[in-house]
Structure formats: C-alpha cells, structure tokens
C-alpha cells in the first residue's frame, strides 16, 4: 500500500518518466541531420521522434533507380525541375518536426529554393514514389501516401513489385492501379513523362 512518504516519491519518478520521454520524442530537423551525419543508419522524424529505417533489398533499390533515372532524364531534358534520390529528407511539419524521405521524389523548378545549403526541403515533393518492400506492412505503407498527399503532394506512386503493378493516388482522392502491361504518366506533374511499367519490372 502506498504510503504518503511515498507519494512524493513516485510523483517525482513520474516526472522524470515524462522528462525523459519528452527528450527522446522532442527531436528537431536540426537535430536528425547531425544524427544522421554520424551514422551509417538511414532515419526518418516523425513528429519529433528519430525513427531508424532499415537498408532497403538490393531489388528495392534496382526498382528506384530504374525509375527514378528515366524521370531524371525526363525532368533535365525537359527543365522541369529536380528528381530526388532515396534519403532526401522533406521537412513537412515544426514544432514537433517532421522530417520523411520517399524512395524517388519530383519537385518542379518554381518550388526549388535558390539556396537552401544543406537543410532538408522545405515542403512536401510535388511527386512520391515508395517502392513496396517484402517487409513493409500495408498501413505503413498507406500512412505515408496519406501523409504526402496530406501536406501537398500531387501524385504518389507506390510501386508494388510482387503484383508487377504501381498504384496512382492523387491529391484530389482519386487512384487508379497501372498493371504491368500498362505506361506509368506523369500528367501535369511530371508533363509529358510516359513509361512502359514492363521495362520497370523486368528481369
């Protein structure tokens, strides 16, 4: 039975409980980019709390770069803007940050800051991919696209390669599936870009 020697005690260790807490969950942007310049490790901020993220299958990353670098011919040829690489950090929210990195990302040329060093992105990309691993649990997956779309972005790409298929979702709410006999487009986002999903998924 508690005592009342005892409760002054216990409210002090609860204090401390939630000092701690608030600690490890008060991360700034600021604070992930010097975590992430001292490790190997690849994170993510979510409100405030440093998330680590495991390395990405070598499968993953041959899925990435396939597209990513046809929409990077695509945007150069065409001075549409900058495409991303994996680990670009997009800061979405402050005060509790929020800092998240999609797998290929697409920003047009009016949004690009004249200079922004080495901070993260101001802003959400105005086009996501994320690549679906073995690995990733489906609400995972659905709690970032809802998050991209939520804070701007205009199209979210999620390239499934078990089914051989990329899911569209849109700012407006709308989504359509493009199977592998498909061609993945860029509409007014990525104006022109146009890809055959079998040159994607090949072997």
Excluded: C
């Amino acid at each position: 039975m508690q005592t009342i020697v005892d409760a002054p005690v216990k409210i002090q260790q609860e204090k401390k409980m939630r000092q701690a807490v608030a600690k490890v969950a008060g991360k700034t942007a600021a604070d992930l980019l010097r975590v992430s310049a001292d490790s190997s490790h690849r994170y993510e901020l979510i409100q405030g709390k440093i998330i680590t993220m495991s390395p990405a299958s070598y499968k993953h990353g041959v899925f990435a770069m396939r597209l990513g670098g046809r929409m990077l011919l695509h945007a150069e040829d065409n001075d549409l803007g900058f495409v991303f690489a994996a680990e670009t950090g997009f800061q979405l929210t402050t005060k509790p940050d929020t800092v998240r990195a999609p797998d290929v990302a697409f920003v047009g040329k009016e949004r690009i800051p004249s200079s922004s060093g080495f901070s993260y992105f101001p802003g959400a990309p105005d086009l996501a991919v994320e690549v679906v691993s073995p690995g990733d649990r489906a609400d995972e997956v659905q709690d970032k696209v809802q998050t991209w779309l939520h804070h701007g972005t205009k199209l979210v790409w999620v390239v499934e390669p078990k089914t051989q298929t990329v899911t569209i979702f849109r700012l407006d709410g709308s989504a359509a599936v493009v199977k592998v006999d498909g061609v993945l487009d860029g509409e007014d986002v990525l104006p022109g870009f146009r890809y055959a999903l079998a040159k994607l998924f090949t072997e």
